[in-house]
């Protein structure tokens, strides 16, 4: 098990454009493994690879239902339908929340840990950590795209 470190707002790495994973193999799998770790250790529900510093487009969920972790390397949207408004975190951004309106509905196109390619489909909370976490990989962070900051008192 080992703990990567997550990169926090401020730093440049959050805002670049990451690259298209092309090599399926132990080293990959090692980053998806440690992603992994270092999300359950957080507590989050999502990270991506340029949150622990890899500009590559490898991402891992787990909104704690029954798709349990969920690996996506090169993912993209290709379909996305309703709204939903909610709070949003971000383990970069500690301590703060927003209030940002997602689809409901997503899928997403993504390869697996061997380069196969696969759909998946979620709503709700999965909808919304699939379109969290994707954007990442453009240099995309909530705090972009909410509507207003939310307060513990409010
Ligand atoms: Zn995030």
Redesign the pocket.
Same mark, same amino acid.
């Given at each position: 098990m080992a703990i990567r470190k997550i990169v926090k707002l401020g730093d440049d790495t959050l805002r670049k454009v990451c690259k298209q994973q092309e090599k399926f193999d132990p080293r990959l799998w090692i980053l998806l493994k440690d992603m992994a770790d270092t999300m359950y250790k957080a507590e989050g529900v999502?990270l991506?690879a340029p949150?622990v510093g890899i500009l590559r487009r490898v991402v891992v969920i787990d909104v704690q239902d029954d798709h349990g972790l969920i690996e996506l390397v090169n993912p993209e949207i290709i379909a996305a339908e309703g709204e939903q408004g909610g709070p949003e975190g971000?383990?970069?951004v500690p301590g703060r929340q927003g209030y940002v309106v997602r689809p409901n509905h997503v899928t997403v196109r993504a390869v697996d840990r061997k380069g196969k390619p696969f759909e998946i489909t979620g709503e709700g909370l999965l909808a919304r950590a699939l379109c &969290?976490?994707i954007d &990442?990989l453009d240099g995309v962070?909530?705090i972009d795209k909410m509507d207003h900051e939310i307060f513990d008192d409010e």
């Open positions: 999502g991506a949150q971000c383990l970069s &969290h976490e &990442h962070l909530y």
